[in-house]
């Protein structure tokens, strides 16, 4: 179960700042000590400041799939943390995700994938279409490679089975980080949007694509990859007429799929080619009408399926990414903080690859940090094993971006000429799917 919590209910140890924090920005850390020292002693009594300034060991930012994963992978193995979401609640929306053979050993190492597996279907295989609805190819997954499970989940029911997992008032939402500030004793102040203040030991940002601590360590923004895409869940309460196959159609500049996510639910996607995000659309009567006028004379299951889908499940996503250039990009952590998932590597979702890469990150974290932890108790090693978990992550999440964009490039060419060489030569007579799903091969071993 998930609470709620309030910083002034809380039990945790507090802390008044008894030493200047030092900057990595200096100038604004000067101005935090001043501001601190100002209340201190001009507006808020010590005890009122005890109240504020909340001491923690672990920190978890970001309530999504990498930091639940995260927490609940550090729990099994003993080490306590607090996951600070901004949201009131945990993400309900959304569609659903597909996780190939590496998520799903995640899921098994942190104890979750038995309660999920029976509620979503095993998809056998793939059917690739052009846009006339001819056939392509056909794989069957399992042909390929016996040990490849392929099944898409909900993501609001992954996130409730990773939360349900979790000790009461672990995750703390309307929680949005503001600030953060590094000090002198390799600890991290954490200022939340309502002003309260926490100083954590370690830090663990898995605030998603936009994320602060990721600005934060120096990282740039995301890129835009020149193309967006719709999505929806579309809900089929007498049960979807799919059979547990994923189709993709490609067509010039646009492709579509939809995926059998359970016996009443179809994910679907349709991705175009745009030079600009464009505006932020969240009406789902325009996104529908425009996600059904790129493929209006596609095949009518397409159309028949966006037109199965609530409203709510509905959206628009820019695709962007991240390549974590050797020498030119930061590393992963910055003495005790570090990143995970989509905070430290978006990456197109053309591999299906982004949720479960947060995943793997997960539990690779979790097993170095506490082995860490437990060896020198004053976290004198906790540095070393962040700088590890980078280097042993970072070969597997930076082939797999550029791999994932040139996926997606060679999907959205626009010429003709081109797009016809595809759907008649290389995918019917030189694409073999077992390659092309080689990275899915990780095992994350036992918790
Ligand atoms: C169109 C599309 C399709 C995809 N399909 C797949 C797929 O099929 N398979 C797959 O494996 N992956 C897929 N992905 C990728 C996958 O969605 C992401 O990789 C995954 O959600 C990353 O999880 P995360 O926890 O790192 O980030 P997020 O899910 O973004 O979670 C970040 C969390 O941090 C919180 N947060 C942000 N800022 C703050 C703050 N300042 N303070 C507190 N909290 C904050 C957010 O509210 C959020 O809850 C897809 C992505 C897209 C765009």
Redesign the pocket.
């Known amino acids: 179960m998930i609470h709620q919590s309030a910083f002034a209910s809380s039990m945790a140890a507090s802390l008044a700042f008894s030493k200047p924090l030092l900057p990595f920005s200096s100038s604004s850390h000067a101005n935090l000590f001043v501001r601190l020292r100002t209340q201190t002693y001009h507006h808020r009594s010590k005890s009122e400041i005890k109240c504020q300034v909340r001491k923690e060991d672990v920190v978890i ?7 639940l994963a995260t927490a609940l992978s550090l729990h099994r193995l003993g080490v306590k943390s607090l996951v ?4 009131h609640s945990l ?1 309900t929306g959304g569609t ?4 190939f053979k590496n ?1 799903w050993r995640v899921l098994d190492a942190i104890g979750v994938a038995h309660y999920l597996r029976p509620n979503f279907l095993e998809i056998q295989g793939m059917a690739v279409k052009s846009e006339d609805g001819r056939e392509l190819r056909s794989f069957t997954f399992k042909q390929e490679d016996q040990s490849q499970e392929v099944r ?1 989940v909900e ?1 609001r029911v992954l996130l409730e089975t990773l939360a349900g997992e979790l000790p009461q008032d672990m995750i703390q939402f309307s ?4 600030r953060i500030e590094a000090n002198l004793d390799g600890e991290t102040l954490l200022e939340l949007a309502d002003g309260s203040k926490l100083l954590a030991k370690i830090v663990i940002g ?7 601590i990721a600005k934060w360590m120096g990282f740039p923004e995301a890129n835009y990859v020149g193309h967006c ?1 719709f ?1 929806g869940l579309a809900s089929y309460p007498e049960g979807q007429p799919y059979g547990p196959r994923v189709s993709y159609i490609y067509g010039r500049g646009v492709r579509a799929g939809y995926v059998p996510v359970s016996p009443t639910k179809v994910y679907w ?1 349709i991705c175009f080619n745009s030079s600009s995000p464009g505006p932020k659309i969240t009406d789902p009567t325009v996104l529908k009408k425009q996600a059904k006028e790129l493929v209006k004379n596609w095949p009518s299951e397409l159309l028949d399926i966006v037109d199965a889908t609530p409203d709510e499940t509905v959206s628009k ?1 820019p ?1 962007v990414d991240r390549w974590l250039w050797p020498a030119v990009t930061p590393p992963a952590s910055a003495g005790r903080v570090v990143l ?4 430290w590597h ?2 197109t ?1 053309n591999l ?7 995943l793997e990150d997960a539990v690779v974290l979790a097993k170095k940090l506490a082995g860490a932890i437990k060896t020198n108790e004053d976290y004198s090693s906790v540095e070393g094993a962040l700088r590890s978990y980078g280097s042993e992550r970072w070969p597997r999440v930076f082939p797999l971006t550029i791999r994932a964009y040139l996926v997606g490039s060679i999907l959205q060419w626009e010429n003709p000429l081109v797009c016809s060489v595809r759907n008649n030569i290389v995918i019917p007579k030189l694409v073999r799917l077992g390659p092309l799903l080689e990275h899915t091969n990780f095992t994350p071993g036992n918790l």
């Open positions: 930012v970001g309530a999504g799939i990498a930091g600070l979401e901004q949201a993400r659903s995700l597909t996780l998520g898409a993501r929680s949005k980080l503001a898995c605030d998603g694509i936009r994320s602060p895409a999505r996607f996503t695709l995970v998932g989509d905070a978006p990456m979702p299906g690859q982004g949720a479960c890469c947060a």
